[in-house]
């Protein structure tokens, strides 16, 4: 069985630039969380949805970050403008249901210069 | 806020000895789910504990989950080099979302 799916799988682009992180869940899963994680501030939860409605996205940064699941197979996340500070893993993980255990992808390592 | 207390954050270990990190919240849990990350990887489910005083075991590990269900335990008997990785808890906050705790990063001298 395919897992979390996630694309790409590196990252490296210049500040300023759109970034587009894509994120296909483990089908039936109604669950789809956004996670980053860097050394400092371990993993932290941006965004969930529970079928496909943003339930909780009280961790995205600031207004640069967006993320949007228009059907049940398919996510992203967006970053524009991008800035070095963003700099990190991001996961997508997805789940039966929201407190239930997570499927976690092998995330996308975004380098921003 | 913090949701939950993870510790230690770091613990280095000889091949063989044993290996436990703890996890601690203020409020009543009503589970507690563990993860295990491998350098480089991602984080990977280990089990579940619902039950008060709960305990699970998976082969040389030991899942606790206490009396008062505020505090859980990950015990690893006679460590080997692939138990290297980051061990996090998680709990649901609000019946809506799961909060990893910060991790115990392990390392192994073989």
Redo the contacts between chains.
């Keep these: 069985d395919a897992g979390v799916i996630q694309s790409p799988r590196h990252e490296v682009t210049e500040m300023g630039q759109e970034v587009t992180l894509r994120c296909k869940p483990i089908s039936g899963h109604n669950s789809l969380f956004w996670y980053r994680q860097t050394m400092m501030r371990g993993l932290e939860l941006l965004i969930y949805f529970n079928n496909n409605v943003p339930i909780d996205d009280s961790g995205m940064p600031e207004d640069r970050f967006s993320a949007k699941m228009p059907n049940a197979s398919f996510s992203t996340l967006k970053i524009q403008p991008s800035e070095p500070r963003d700099s990190a893993v991001y996961f997508c993980a997805s789940s039966l249901g929201a407190n239930q255990p997570q499927h976690f992808g092998d995330g996308t390592r975004l380098s921003i210069l | 806020g913090q949701q939950v207390m993870q510790i230690p954050q770091y613990q280095h270990v000889q091949e063989g000895e044993d290996f436990t990190t703890y996890c601690n919240s203020s409020t009543t849990l009503?589970?507690i789910?563990w993860y295990k990350q491998r350098p480089g990887?991602?984080?990977?489910?280990l089990i579940?504990l619902v039950k008060s005083g709960e305990v699970k075991k998976q082969k040389r590990l030991t899942f606790q989950f206490g009396e008062a269900k505020k505090n859980s335990s990950l015990h690893i008997t006679a460590t080997q080099t692939t138990d290297v990785g980051t061990y996090?808890c998680?709990v649901?906050v609000l019946?809506?979302?799961?909060?990893?705790g910060?991790?115990t990063r392990l390392t192994i001298n073989p």
Excluded: M, Y
Aim: hydrophobic share 40%; no cysteine.
């Design positions: 009503s589970n789910q990887g991602h984080p990977v489910f579940q996090f998680a649901v019946r809506q979302k799961l909060v990893f910060q991790g």
